[in-house]
């Protein structure tokens, strides 16, 4: 089984940033969407963010727009997730996940099509 691997939690300061990094065996399929999620304590996993690899197309949660950005770095194989102007409502676990869609390059919300996950890195936001 495709293992996923998360890197780059720990704790920053309000208005800080923090580097997460999914790194994988491959990312040879161009059809995988790769996605980073996260989740508290008594809610579900929700998306932050999600990439397609074939193209590059971005996916983001509206809480995470224009402080987040996804993006694949080939010569590591991994794809991160950078976070700037972090909040203390970014605290949670977050999660890299993907799957090979045959949606065209539409990347699921919901976190039921994705096959593999790495174990999670905690983010600590403190205000």
């Known amino acids: 089984q495709a293992q996923l691997v998360e890197s780059g939690g720990g704790s920053a300061q309000a208005g800080g940033s923090l580097r997460l990094s999914c790194v994988a065996s491959?990312?040879?399929?161009?059809?995988?969407?790769v996605a980073w999620f996260r989740e508290v304590p008594g809610k579900g996993r929700e998306r932050v963010a999600a990439?397609?690899?074939?193209?590059?197309?971005?996916y983001y949660d509206e809480s995470v727009k224009g402080r987040f950005t996804i993006s694949r770095d080939s010569a590591k194989n991994t794809v991160d997730l950078q976070m700037s102007s972090l909040k203390p409502e970014d605290t949670a676990v977050y999660y890299c996940?993907?799957?090979?869609?045959?949606?065209?390059?539409?990347?699921?919300?919901?976190?039921?099509?994705?096959?593999?996950w790495g174990q999670g890195t905690r983010v600590t936001v403190s205000s």
């Open positions: 491959e990312y040879s399929d161009g059809r995988y969407c």
């Open positions: 996940a993907r799957y090979v869609t045959a949606s065209g390059g539409y990347c699921s919300i919901s976190i039921d099509p994705y096959k593999d």
């Open positions: 990439i397609y690899l074939a193209y590059g197309w971005t």
